[in-house]
């Protein structure tokens, strides 16, 4: 999983019908210059730090048919005890 | 997912009976030097601002049988709240 | 999925016995230096322009069990709109 | 498999209920500058080399429905016969 | 899949019940910087040019259930017909 930081909101309405209802949220990845798009479920806000699942697993989180969601956000982080 | 942006068209006579009609289109992701080709279900044009899926969830999104297809236009941007 | 073209082929004798029948081409990602060795069933030679598709949708294109291929190439460019 | 080094531990309370109990380690990949965070079975320590598995195989390795897990701890490294 | 060379063996003790039997090679990418373990079913030694393929089609490449391993040594390179 990668460890990162919201940083804002995309809003979609041309899109494909299946995608799941909620939030697709724009991430940076922490200690990179990677940024993402992953599926909320958790209510995250801008500038909270967040643990991101990517690949197959994150569409397979989802109940019933797998969506083309290739990114979710899986628990928001309280600490961390990584040396800096 | 991954924000990118749509920077042409490639069109292919010689490929695999499996590649679904439609267009394959080339975008460019944001803030990185990154190009890909992905299936276009949504008809974007050149300069649209996209959300792109990728690997395994992008041919899942087929119905039947699933094409040899890692790349997938699943909405177009509205908007964005990301702070630049 | 990349485009990409081709740069060579590679041989190989001593491997296991679910590699496909077929030719593995040695590709270089266009606008990038990423090298890939991707299976080719369309009988690509060198300098075509090409379209990759990676990961687990390339084995899954072979009829019955998947063999452990990760790169397909699908097609053969025609031509591109791409802007430069 | 990337052969990394643990640098440390993430809490998570606010989290998907299908993220399994135990220890989401942070890893830094040898030789680069990538972090990933991986789920960690082995009772690994900070500092310890291990061998960390991607992608969909780290959620298939659970028993049960696959969780949104897409890094895995599969072994601590012994000794490296790798030359520097 | 990638074009790598064997630099290495790793040996893991502490390890989860499902890594299968046999040895882990460690290969770094040729002209590339990138270095990743693999499984090697074909008993390669240092220096040997190899065929890497990763990603969910390396598991499947084991009989019964896949094992949680991402990285497959699928050949041995005979010989390339790529252009330095």
């Known amino acids: 999983m990668l460890k990162a930081t919201v940083t804002g909101r995309i809003w979609s309405t041309k899109k ?3 995608m799941p ?4 949220l724009e991430v ?21 730090k967040v643990i ?3 690949g197959s697993v994150a569409a397979g989180w ?6 083309p969601i290739d990114a979710l956000i899986i628990g ?7 040396k800096k």
Chains 1, 2, 3, 4, 5 share one sequence.
């Open 52 to 54: 991101v699942a990517t």
């Open 76 to 82: 928001s982080i309280d600490e961390s005890a990584t």
């Open 21 to 24: 209802a909620g939030s697709i």
């Open 16 to 18: 494909v019908s299946e």
């Open 62 to 67: 989802f109940p019933g048919k797998a969506p």
């Open 28 to 48: 940076i990845v922490d200690e990179s210059n990677s940024r993402l798009l992953a599926f909320d479920p958790l209510g995250c806000g801008e500038g909270e």
